[in-house]
Every structure is written in structure tokens, then in C-alpha cells.
Antibody
Framework: QVQLVQSGSELKKPGASVKVSCKAS????????IDWVRQAPGQGLEWMGG????????RYAQGFTGRFVFSLDTSVSTAYLQISSLKAEDTAVYYC???????????????WGQGTLVTVSS | SSELTQDPAVSVALGQTVGITCQGD??????AHWYQQKPGQAPVLVIY???NRPSGIPDRFSGSSSGNTASLTITGAQAEDEADYYC??????????FGTGTKVTVL
């Protein structure tokens, strides 16, 4: 079945970096984009941006430029989210999701990875 | 801040019908899609496009839209439907955006 499996929880100190992986299976990886969504503790969902898995071209939402980098390794059907210079306010669950696009219907996210909790604390 | 606004919370008696709304100007141009999120779990798509259910989603879930408002209706709510629900579409710049979320309590 189609699924996205993310790497495990991370505990990092302020100023460090973290790299979260999202491994896809059950479909052709380069057929659909992968997007990233942040959920801070007790908060809603926030779209961070995504990456075109055919071209590797990333797109970042406002507020997620500079310290956030999306990348791919198509040989292992895996997308990555790297966050540098971590701050306490980066503490959140980060989800990857496959982006489906159909003309006339729009773009939606299905399925989602299980989420990766990144905790930034000294 | 989100350009898609949802009521923070709604409640529904077991077996009754509840509607969740999502308001935003961009919904005049784009469909809303709906996700269910239970505590400690990843979101799950329940409705996409005009009114499409992914495989495995019960037919008590349905979607509709009028003007700047999209709606998710649960007809005959079950205990397992208690969750947070988020709409998702595009904003005025064409970027993706999620609604503020609605907590559904089944009484």
C-alpha cells in the first residue's frame, strides 16, 4: 500500500541542525510531489512548502525560507527536511505528505507520514 | 495567519448530523479538501474536491460548497468521528493553506 514513513523523534539544542527523512513506498516516487506541514504543540496545521520529485525544485512558504531546506534522494524514494540554526519555537511535529493534483479538482495531501517530533531545548 | 476560518469547536449527539464550515475568499476559486486528525495521529484525508471520498472513508462524510464557504457534513456521527477537522485549499497568492481547525465532540 501507499505509505510514507518518517524518521524518529529528535531532541536538539538551540543552534543545532536536524534532518528529517520521509521514505515513500507503494507508488512511483517521482509521480507526485512531497510537501511538508508543521504542527506546533496544541496548534493547527501549517503548510511549509514542498518539492517537485521529478525536478527537485523546492517551493517554500512564507516564514520557511532561509533555515529550511527540502531535498530528495530519488534512488531510495526519500524526501528530506533539514532545519538549521534551530530555535525553541521550531519545536513541533513535522509531517510529510504526498501531494495529489488533478485538473479541475485541485491539489490535496494523501497519505501523510506518521510525523516526526522535533524538540529544541537546552 | 490562516485565510481559511473555521469554528473552533462543535458538538453533536451520537447518531445525529453535524456540519463544519470553512470560510475564505479563495474558496470562490478553489475547492476545499478536508482532513480528520485524532489525538497523537497524523491527519487523514476524508473529502477531496467537489465531494469525493478516498477509499475506506465512510459515506457518512460528505462535502459541499457555496460561494466563499465549504462545508463538511457528518451524517449519523459515530463516537470514532470525534477528532479535529481541518480544511485545506489555496490562499489569495495560490499557496496552500489550512483552516484554523474545528474540534468535533460526539456526545
Amino acid at each position: 500500500q501507499v505509505q510514507l514513513v518518517q524518521s524518529g523523534s529528535e531532541l536538539k539544542k538551540p543552534g543545532a541542525s536536524v534532518k528529517v527523512s520521509c521514505k515513500a513506498s507503494g507508488y512511483s516516487f517521482t509521480t507526485f510531489g512531497i510537501d511538508w506541514v508543521r504542527q506546533a504543540p496544541g496548534q493547527g496545521l501549517e503548510w511549509m512548502g514542498g518539492i517537485n520529485t521529478k525536478t527537485g525544485n523546492p517551493r517554500y512558504a512564507q516564514g520557511f525560507t532561509g533555515r529550511f531546506v527540502f531535498s530528495l534522494d530519488t534512488s531510495v524514494s526519500t524526501a528530506y527536511l533539514q532545519i538549521s540554526s534551530l530555535k525553541a519555537e521550531d519545536t513541533a511535529v513535522y509531517y510529510c505528505a504526498r501531494r495529489r493534483s488533478v485538473t479541475g479538482t485541485g491539489d490535496w495531501f494523501d497519505p501523510w507520514g506518521q510525523g516526526t517530533l522535533v524538540t529544541v531545548s537546552s | 495567519s490562516s485565510e481559511l476560518t473555521q469554528d473552533p469547536a462543535v458538538s453533536v449527539a451520537l447518531g445525529q448530523t453535524v456540519g463544519i464550515t470553512c470560510q475564505g475568499d479563495s474558496l470562490r476559486s478553489y475547492y476545499a479538501h478536508w482532513y480528520q486528525q485524532k489525538p497523537g495521529q497524523a491527519p487523514v484525508l476524508v473529502i477531496y474536491g467537489k465531494n469525493n471520498r478516498p477509499s475506506g472513508i465512510p459515506d457518512r462524510f460528505s462535502g459541499s460548497s457555496s460561494g466563499n464557504t465549504a462545508s463538511l457534513t457528518i451524517t449519523g456521527a459515530q463516537a470514532e468521528d470525534e477528532a479535529d477537522y481541518y480544511c485545506n485549499s489555496r490562499d489569495s497568492s495560490g499557496n496552500y493553506v489550512f483552516g484554523t481547525g474545528t474540534k468535533v465532540t460526539v456526545l
